[in-house]
């Protein structure tokens, strides 16, 4: 395939896909629907034509078979009054409309054949026209319904992606807030351990808080062992004085 070739194939599709893009079926079929009525408008025009030429055929006809008829009761007087070459000029007159009126009876039966064709043809365009309007119809409310389902279902599929992108982020979130408080867990334990040192140097080591442990619990000794000295001390100033009373 030479390049003009591809070029021009490509041409030919991105318009065939711009142009199935841009059409739409229901204004495809109005537009078909009005020029059906543009050809049922017409034919019934000539149907109206044919029947007046028709008509008027008829006028003439009528006319004409007047004048004969006037003319054999011309033929008639002029005999009966003597005139014979009178009478045969009127016969003869007569002979010729007769003429006239036998070609135009043949016009007019042929107008008339015409004319029942055509009324047929325009009747059965009509119903076809009316049929087609019906079947026409029936598409574009189809089109539509089925346009308006698939706007919906884009618009549940953009929801539904847009739910799970806000699901993911939900799950992201969670999993470094789970992050984090491992990790804050992790370093309250080594700095409970004293393995991690507190920047603020309120973390002790593991042997000074056994020291303090241990002062804390001598203390608590000591204050004991006070109490006690205490209250055997005021045990033993009673007996004292009791003894002193005595002797």
Do not use: C
């Amino acid at each position: 395939m030479g390049l003009w070739q591809r070029f021009t194939l490509i041409f030919k599709s991105k318009a065939n896909k711009a142009l199935d893009k841009a059409e739409d079926p229901r204004e495809t079929l109005d537009y078909s629907y009005e020029k059906q009525l543009e050809l049922l408008q017409k034919v019934r025009r000539g149907v109206a034509d044919v029947a007046t030429s028709r008509k008027r055929l008829e006028l003439q006809i009528t006319q004409l078979e007047q004048q004969s008829q006037k003319l054999e009761g011309q033929a008639k007087a002029a005999l009966a009054g003597g005139r014979e070459d009178l009478a045969r000029e009127a016969l003869t007159r007569r002979s010729g409309l007769v003429t006239q009126i036998g070609d135009l009876q043949v016009q007019h039966a042929a107008l008339a054949d015409q004319e029942e064709k055509l009324v047929q043809a325009s009747q059965r365009l009509q119903a076809k026209v009316e049929s087609f309007r019906t079947k026409k119809e029936t598409i574009k409310a189809t089109y539509s319904a089925a346009e308006a389902q698939t706007k919906i279902n884009e618009a549940f599929s953009g929801i539904s992606e847009e739910l799970g992108d806000v699901g993911m982020a939900i799950q992201r979130a969670e999993d470094k807030t789970a992050q984090m408080q491992a990790r804050g867990a992790a370093i309250d334990e080594l700095l409970a351990s004293g393995a991690l040192d507190d920047p603020t140097g309120t973390s002790k080591d593991s042997i000074t808080i056994e020291l303090e442990r241990m002062a804390s619990g001598t203390e608590v000794e000591s204050q004991l062992a006070a109490m006690k000295a205490e209250l055997e001390g005021g045990a033993a100033a009673p007996a004292i004085e009791q003894g002193t009373t005595e002797s």
